[in-house]
C-alpha cells in the first residue's frame, strides 16, 4: 500500500474533504441527528459504534465520545472531543487516536434554505506526519484524503434519506401518507 506523500496532506487548517446536502427539514431537526454519534453511526461508512464517555448523555462541548470503526477485517477505536455545539447551526468534534494522538476535526455546518436546510460536513487532518505509517496499517487506508471524500458524500446521501423519510407507522397518518419518500 502506497503512503501518500506528505506534501499533498492538507494541514490544519485546510479542509481534507467536504460537502454538502440539502434536506427538507429545518436546522433544528437536521442538527438533532448530525450531534447524536449513536445515530450517526448508522449513516456513516466506517463508524459503526459509539458511546458516550465520562457521564455524557447528549451533545455538549466538552463532552466525550469514543467511536468503533472498522474496514473489511481491520477494527479501531478513537476518542472524540466535541468542540462546538451550537444547536441549528453547527456541531464538530476532533478525533485522538489512543495515547491522545490527534487524528481530524469533523464538522457539520447547517444554515437555513428555501426548501429545509443545508448540511455542510467538513474534514480536516490532523494527524502527525509521522503516525501516518501506523493509521494506513490499521485503518487499511492509503489514500485517507479520497476515502474521505468519498465517505462524506455516503454519510450526506445516507443522512438526507433518514432526515425525509417518515417516522414508521407515519403512513397511515393523513399529513405525511402522501409525502413521497426519497
Known amino acids: 500500500m502506497p503512503l501518500p506523500r506528505p506534501s499533498r496532506i492538507p494541514r490544519f487548517p485546510d479542509p481534507a474533504a467536504s460537502g454538502t446536502v440539502t434536506v427538507e427539514v429545518t436546522p433544528t431537526e437536521a442538527y438533532r441527528v448530525v450531534s447524536d454519534p449513536l445515530v450517526m453511526v448508522r449513516l ?3 463508524a459503526h459504534r459509539a458511546r458516550w464517555l465520562g457521564g455524557a448523555t447528549a451533545p455538549a462541548v466538552g463532552a466525550c465520545f469514543r467511536g468503533h470503526n472498522r474496514n473489511g477485517p481491520r ?9 462546538d455545539a451550537d ?14 494522538i490527534p487524528i481530524s476535526r469533523w ?12 448540511v455542510t460536513e467538513t474534514n480536516w487532518l490532523r494527524v502527525p506526519l509521522w503516525f501516518i505509517p501506523v493509521a494506513v496499517l490499521v485503518t487499511g487506508v492509503s489514500d485517507r484524503i479520497g476515502a474521505n471524500h468519498t465517505h462524506i458524500d455516503s454519510t450526506l446521501q445516507r443522512l438526507k434519506r433518514h ?15 402522501e409525502r413521497p419518500v426519497g
Open 87 to 100: 444547536p441549528g447551526r453547527r456541531f464538530a468534534y476532533e478525533v485522538a487516536a489512543p495515547l491522545g
Open 44 to 46: 456513516g461508512e466506517e
Open 75 to 83: 477494527r479501531w477505536y478513537t476518542d472524540c472531543r466535541i468542540t
Open 107 to 118: 464538522q457539520y455546518d447547517i444554515a437555513p434554505a428555501a426548501e429545509g436546510c443545508t
Open 163 to 177: 432526515l425525509e423519510s417518515p417516522p414508521p407507522g407515519a403512513a397511515d397518518s393523513p399529513e405525511r401518507g
